[in-house]
């Protein structure tokens, strides 16, 4: 069909509806990617937090959901970029890396401490590991999730 054949009001129409379409399924994929950011950083709390109260799942089972909460985000978000600007995918990236980061840093070592608790050299290094662990997620992630934010809200028009 020749363009110069279609009144301009049609084409204008036809380009409202396709923003509109557009507009709806990019705001459905901001809710989901920050619903699985959340899940994901309450995963990390609970996985990170010094103590870990009686009755509560066990740390092994807590890390197992903390991989299953990364990876939701991870191949939600992947296959999505195109919604977002390189400022946004730039964030989320590094999110993402640190957050898989953090992940090897807690499963280096035996994530039962009582496992090498005979050897003072390694129970200090998992130690370490784990504080960096919760400083990434306490510094890095905590201000990448804040900078998404504010992002994802100008997107939506919230900030406006």
């Known amino acids: 069909m020749l363009l ?13 509806i396709r923003f509109q379409k557009l507009h709806t399924e990019r705001a459905e994929a901001i809710k989901d990617l920050y619903q699985k950011l959340v899940d994901l950083d309450l995963a990390l709390h609970s996985v990170l937090k010094s103590f870990q109260h009686v009755g509560e799942p066990t740390i092994e089972e807590k890390v197992k959901k903390l991989s299953q909460k990364h990876n939701e985000l991870f191949f939600f978000y992947l296959p999505r970029k195109i919604f977002f600007d390189k400022d946004v995918c730039t964030l989320m990236d590094s999110l993402v890396e640190i957050s898989r980061d953090v992940f090897i840093d807690i499963t280096t070592y035996p994530l039962d401490p009582k496992e090498i608790q005979f ?27 804040e900078k998404l934010e504010d992002r994802l809200r100008d997107i939506l028009g919230i900030n406006a």
């Open 119 to 145: 050897d003072r050299g390694l129970l200090q290094e998992r130690h370490d590991y784990w504080e960096k662990a919760r400083a990434a997620h306490q510094n890095q992630i905590t201000q990448l999730k």
């Open 4 to 16: 110069s054949n279609v009144p301009s009001s049609k084409i204008a129409v036809e380009h409202s």
